[in-house]
């Protein structure tokens, strides 16, 4: 065994990343939580980046989870606003491999715009949420953390705070952890947050939920310690250092593993003394949860809900409090799990119809390439995420706008080869995908970007970007061009028109082989904004044999009739089915010219 270690609360948590078995620890900087990503940079056996900003940096390590690779990621506390749109839809997707989230609170403001408690977004997104109070702890929970990870299926926030971050003492390294290694298995209805998915794995976030508050009520994270006057205290993280220290002989329910909050432990301490006080700092995060059920506190009227606390302050605050006639006992209300709505079931006989791509959508053949080339292909939040459902199945994951670029470079990160593509679209790649795409190449990423570029932003209604120049009054700006905004930030890039099927295939192919970081533009414009009368499609009876190749392409105009496939009147000419029909049993039939 190593001797003892003398860290800060960062490095202890670096290290402790070490021994839980991580391999991947990326962040953005921003103090109190800065330290924490330069220590696993020198630590062998764990891969460390710097991110762009705290949202990539989230998504990136989701892409190394998903890979199979223990993943932390790390920022301050306003740094989770930024990561907040990943952070909250992950609740619901779970992870593969273990992820931790630290975030570093910063009370008192000493280099921050604000002192905001994000213990808040633990209950916001229903995830466990652990607390460290000294460096042992910041060492040893991050082990702790990653097994419960992996046990419940959720991204878990390890909250610290500047004294406990900064603050440095003596850590005893402990046995490392064995780690099953896990293998990526694509799973739609887990990854991609479809309403339909999400709607089932919403009532899985709060089963867990429940199933967590068990476990907080036999965690030894979560002790009751006697004390030998009639006052306990409830507290986490580094306040209860500073409580323990105030009133040595109190009781104390000390809580490391402080979301959900264990009701019967709170319950117990009230049967053990009269007068019970919650200490924590910024916002009564506990006190409120304790007031809720229907037990009387010593809480925010005495303790500041503002700056850092510290032994002195808490006795002062509390000291006057000892003295006063105890309350009233009450019995506490614990209030019962959450009833959980009924799925209202469809009328028998009717069919089952998924939202599709619209007939002739030009990015149809995206997907077909997809299929062909066997890339595991992480989407985005657009028309093109209907490309994970059937019959096209082309998309593994859908986590948030912008998310596919940064999921893809963790991913290919956690595996050393290029594995995943990303797809996204071009409204979409303006609004949240550039800042990925020069993480990406910051970091020397291995990865293929696929834009689908419809000129437009297609799904909420056909409205104007950057990459169309249109403006919300419907005048003309100038437009950015990606292909030229991709090779300004070094990285290559290609434009092919999305409607011819070979060149597009073969771009995707040549730039899968490549090394390094590509860009293929799949350009062509939503079949809705161009639709005119054109030919359309007929089938040669007498070629096809209904193999059914051509209704891979979900088009929505095609159906299999008693002989062969049906052209219906949807079609839209665009010809994709043509394409890929192996038997030549598709043609175009031009429409006849008027008199």
């Known amino acids: 065994m190593e001797r003892v270690l003398f860290l800060s609360g960062n490095e202890a948590i670096a290290h402790g990343a070490l021994r839980a078995g991580v391999r991947f620890v990326c962040g953005y900087p921003g103090t109190p939580s800065t330290e924490i990503v330069e220590t696993a940079a020198t630590l062998e056996g764990l891969h460390a980046e710097w991110c762009v900003n705290e949202k990539v940096a989230m998504e990136t390590a989701v892409g ?19 990561a907040a ?91 490392p952890v064995e780690v099953e290694p896990r293998d990526y298995e694509r799973d739609m209805t887990k990854y991609v947050m479809v309403p339909q998915h999400a709607r089932i794995r919403n009532r899985v976030v709060l089963e867990r939920l429940q199933a967590l508050r068990a476990r907080a009520e036999v965690t030894p994270l979560n002790v009751l310690e006697a004390g030998t006057v009639d006052f306990g205290i409830i507290a986490s993280g580094v306040a209860h250092a500073y409580a323990r220290e105030a009133f040595p002989k109190a009781w104390f329910l000390k809580l490391g593993l402080s979301h959900p909050l264990p009701y019967d432990k709170v319950a117990r301490l009230y049967q053990s003394v009269s007068r019970v006080a919650v200490v924590e700092e910024l916002d009564p995060f506990l006190e409120e949860q304790v007031r809720a059920l229907g037990l009387p506190v010593v809480g925010k009227e005495a303790i500041p809900a503002d700056g850092e606390l510290d032994q002195e302050l808490v ?20 209030p019962p799990a959450p009833r959980l709505s009924t799925p209202p079931a469809p009328a028998p006989g009717l069919p089952v119809r998924p939202p599709v791509l619209c007939p002739g959508c030009t990015h149809r053949s995206v997907y077909a390439v997809l299929r062909r080339r066997r890339l595991a292909a992480l989407g985005d939040i657009g028309c093109y995420t209907l490309g994970a459902l059937p019959p096209l199945l082309a998309l593994d994951s859908c986590l948030c706008m912008g998310a596919s670029i940064g999921m893809m470079a963790g991913f290919n990160a956690a595996l050393g ?17 550039v800042t990925p795409l020069i993480d990406a190449h910051y970091n020397e990423s291995q990865g293929l970007v696929l834009v689908l570029d419809n000129r437009t932003t297609a799904m909420t209604g056909h409205q104007g970007h950057p990459g169309t120049g249109r403006r919300a009054d419907g005048s003309e700006g100038p437009a950015v061009d990606i292909g030229a905004l991709c090779e300004g930030v070094g990285v290559r890039c290609t434009t092919v028109d999305a409607t011819d099927y070979d060149a597009l295939d073969s771009a995707i192919a040549d730039e899968a082989e ?51 496939m049906t052209v219906t009147d949807q079609c839209t000419g665009c010809g994709l089915c043509i394409e890929v029909c192996r038997r030549g049993a598709l043609s175009y039939h031009e429409p006849e010219a008027g008199p």
């Open 64 to 82: 190394a989870s998903l890979a199979g690779v223990r993943s932390l990621v790390t920022m301050k506390h306003v740094g989770l606003n930024v």
């Open 315 to 334: 006795f002062t605050a509390l000291e006057p409090y000892l003295s006063r006639r105890p309350p009233r006992r009450r019995r506490p209300v614990v």
């Open 85 to 175: 749109d990943p952070f909250m839809t992950l609740s619901l997707t779970g992870v593969n491999a273990g992820l931790v989230v630290v975030t570093a609170d910063d009370p008192g403001m000493h280099s921050s715009q604000n002192e905001q408690d994000n213990r808040t977004y633990a209950k916001f997104a229903k995830v466990p949420l652990l607390e460290p109070s000294d460096g042992q702890e910041a060492y040893d929970f991050v082990a702790e953390a990653f097994a419960l990870s992996e046990e419940f299926d959720t991204p878990v926030l390890l909250r610290t705070t500047t004294r406990l971050s900064h603050g440095r003492g003596r850590v005893v390294p402990r046995v």
């Open 417 to 433: 080869r290029k594995a995943a593509a990303a797809v996204i679209g071009d409204s979409t790649f303006f609004h949240s995908g």
């Open 514 to 564: 490549r090394p390094g970081l590509g860009v293929v533009v799949a350009r062509a414009p939503c079949i809705l904004m161009t639709r005119r009368t054109p030919g359309t499609v007929v089938v040669d009876p007498e070629r096809c044999n209904l193999c059914g190749l051509c209704l891979d392409l979900g088009c929505p105009a095609l159906v299999p009739g008693d002989r062969a």
